[in-house]
């Protein structure tokens, strides 16, 4: 699955990419962006629609890219101009019963600084 060998190899920043997101910021030291950890929904959560995302704010981070995956790597919604360490998904973002998957990228000055990577959730 695409989503498991871009994990293994950490390639997670470009993943869903589409043209005029921000691109990843060349990693400071080892060659890793720092991490973001998810809180809402937890990584493999089972339940509703989460009436929210939230994560841990990263020093530094002037806005953040978040974006939701369905389970064949289709994005589904992307924000890349969010000012805070949490969203609301739009109103008209139906998810039906499935498993889907959701990552947060932080960013300052448009240039990736962390990331989450995809941590799953299923909606029943």
């Known amino acids: ?8 190899l ?18 400071e030291r080892g060659g890793r962006l720092s991490s973001i950890e998810h809180l809402t929904p ?3 959560s089972i339940g509703a629609v989460p009436p929210r995302f939230a ?4 020093e530094g ?5 978040i974006g939701i995956w369905s389970e064949v790597d289709v ?10 360490p949490s969203v609301a998904p739009p109103v008209d973002l139906r ?4 498993t889907y998957f959701w990552s947060v990228t932080a ?5 990736a600084v962390a990331e989450s990577g995809r941590a799953a959730f299923i909606v029943r």
């Not at 699955?1 to 293994?8: C, F, Q, R, S």
């Not at 994560?55 to 990263?58: G, N, Q």
């Not at 994005?75 to 805070?84: E, F, S, Y």
């Open 61 to 65: 981070a002037d806005a953040y890219a």
């Open 10 to 27: 950490g390639c997670t920043a470009q993943l869903g990419r589409r043209e005029g997101a921000p691109a990843a910021a060349a990693p």
């Open 42 to 44: 937890p990584r493999d």
């Open 107 to 111: 960013l300052r000055e448009k240039q």
């Open 75 to 84: 994005l589904l919604w992307r924000a890349d101009d969010v000012r805070g």
């Open 55 to 58: 994560w841990t704010p990263f």
């Open 95 to 98: 998810l039906e019963p499935g």
């Open 1 to 8: 699955m695409t989503i498991l060998v871009a994990l293994a």
